[in-house]
């Protein structure tokens, strides 16, 4: 069974340590002592938790129709302009995009830094990586 610190669940989460104590110790985060007396975070219980947190921060607005699930709403930080290409930048929560679309797309969304955005990726490829350090506790 994995199992998670609080460092490495909070680190995962995108929020301080402090407040994965405050949801534990308010009964909304499962946490057991472990071998070592420390608290530990079960992996399946942190990934329903995050799951649940996560529901709603990204919906897809009531007049889009999408096949599109992966939908990541966020603020535009930089927009580059070419002649026929727009390099758009947005930050989504601490997700950076970056997409590329044409100029004319730009201009006709009114998007500039500043401006609300969902940015919509639909891929065939998808790649996963795992890291074998920072790994949590078996």
């Known amino acids: 069974m994995l199992t998670y610190t609080i460092g490495q669940a909070a680190a995962l989460l995108g929020v301080s340590s402090e407040t994965v104590r405050r ?27 995050a799951k649940e947190r996560a529901a709603g921060l990204h919906p897809v607005p009531g007049r889009v129709t999408t096949s599109v699930r ?5 603020i535009v930080t930089a927009v580059t302009l070419d002649d026929v ?16 679309v044409t100029r004319e797309a730009v ?8 401006s609300t955005v969902t940015a919509r990726v ?14 949590p506790d078996r």
Do not use: C, Y
Not at 70 to 74: C, D, I, L, Q, T
Not at 107 to 114: C, K, P
């Open 70 to 74: 992966n939908s990541f709403a966020g």
């Open 107 to 114: 201009e006709e969304l009114g998007i500039e830094v500043g």
């Open 85 to 100: 290409v727009a390099q758009v930048e947005i930050q989504s929560g601490p997700h950076r995009l970056v997409s590329l």
């Open 23 to 49: 949801w534990a110790d308010g009964g909304q985060l499962v946490m057991d002592r472990g071998g070592s007396r420390n608290r530990q975070i079960d992996g399946t219980s942190l990934a329903a938790f």
């Open 122 to 135: 639909k891929s065939t490829n998808v790649h996963v990586d795992r890291s074998l350090a920072d790994q």
